[in-house]
């Protein structure tokens, strides 16, 4: 079974509403990264946060981390039509630093004009 | 900025034949990946490789092997393609860290029909 696994699996939303996603996995992790995928692309790194931090901003992004919950949470504020695609979030365990990561199936994010 | 090249967007091959994606990374990265992507499942692994000519089994392997005979390619083969292997692949590369994982950077994908 998949590590993380995002919620809702689909979120519609208008311009300038916040959106927000969730992500839970299963064992301890070195740390948590956000992935977005626009239709049909490759896959882009948002953000990175690591196990002993709780919280991370990037522009627009926040995303937190309880990991006594182990779950996260990714913010876009602001939301803008350009950024409707789907969300992974990914999660390294292991004392490896080859970089392994395990995704969730991802929400997708739908952003109306 | 990084770059994650493949081959093909789109392939269209025949059960039975032996099936070759390619993926190039211009950033002299260590580690790369192969990953297939379904609707459902999400992305799952399939090998990865931390230096030349080394390979470690992914999540789900079978059917599947591959090679890295250089830095900067890292080529994934379907010995005999089979119908349920029709799916998404994407590559991607990271660099060598520490105990914390870095990023990984991905190709645009390739999405491999097989009839």
């Known amino acids: 079974s998949q590590q993380g696994e995002e919620d809702p699996q689909a979120l519609s939303i208008q311009e300038g509403e916040n959106a927000t996603m969730n992500c839970s996995y299963k064992?301890?992790?070195?740390?948590l990264q956000w992935y977005r995928q626009n239709s049909g692309r490759g896959l882009v790194h948002l953000i990175l946060i690591r196990s002993n931090e709780r919280e991370k901003h990037s522009g627009r992004l926040r995303v937190t981390l309880d990991t006594s919950k182990k779950s996260s949470s990714l913010l876009i504020t602001a939301s803008r039509a350009a950024d409707t695609a789907s969300y992974f979030c990914?999660?390294?365990?292991?004392?490896?630093?080859?970089?392994?990561?395990?995704f969730g199936q991802g929400t997708i994010l739908t952003v109306h004009p | 900025d990084v770059k994650v090249t493949q081959s093909s967007r789109y392939l269209v091959k025949r059960t039975g034949e032996k099936v070759f994606l390619e993926c190039v990374q211009d950033m002299d990265h260590e580690n790369m990946f192969w990953y297939r992507q379904d609707p459902g499942l999400g992305l799952r692994l399939i090998y990865f490789s931390y230096d030349v000519k080394m390979k470690e089994k992914g999540d789900i392997p079978e059917g599947y092997s591959v090679s890295r005979e250089k830095k900067e390619r890292f080529s994934l083969i379907l010995e005999s393609a089979s119908t349920n292997q029709t799916s998404m692949y994407l590559c991607a590369s990271s660099p060598m860290g520490t105990s914390w994982a870095n990023e990984q950077f991905f190709g645009p994908g390739t999405r491999l029909t097989v009839l």
């Open positions: 990914a999660t390294v365990t292991g004392g490896t630093s080859y970089g392994k990561l395990t």
């Open positions: 064992t301890s992790i070195n740390n």
